[in-house]
């Protein structure tokens, strides 16, 4: 199991930028990404996925295992807690899901009633 490293961005509901860079870690060492695709999965309060229709991230350094996803409308769309897991696809088509990498607290808009 590979371990958890929990980064933690705080951000506001509605907000699409600046994209989030992560770094791809197992056990404290970056996972090198050549021949992979990776994607973002973000689940509010750990159990509504809210980004289905799109979750894939560039690669931004294979090496050193640095991704950047580019959060979308919807994506984090009500205040509250949002925890995001990053899927590696390897080039043999093996996966690895690197659990709760990232955790978004999400605050209201100024002025939201809701």
């Known amino acids: 199991m590979a371990s958890r490293l929990l980064q933690t961005i705080q951000t506001v509901e509605g907000n699409t ?5 992560l770094t791809c870690q197992r056990n404290g060492v970056a996972i090198n990404l050549s021949g992979c695709s990776v994607a973002l ?6 159990t509504t996925i809210t980004n289905t229709s799109h979750q894939g991230c560039t690669v931004t350094d294979v090496t050193n295992g640095v991704i950047s996803y580019v959060r979308q409308t919807g994506d ?3 205040a ?9 696809t390897y080039s043999d088509t093996t996966v690895e899901t690197l659990w709760q990498q990232l955790k978004l607290v999400v605050g209201k808009k100024s002025g939201s009633t809701t």
């Open 41 to 46: 999965v973000i689940a509010q309060n750990n």
């Open 17 to 21: 930028a600046p994209p989030i860079v």
């Open 80 to 88: 509250g807690n949002y925890f995001c897991d990053i899927v590696i």
């Open 76 to 78: 984090i769309p009500t």
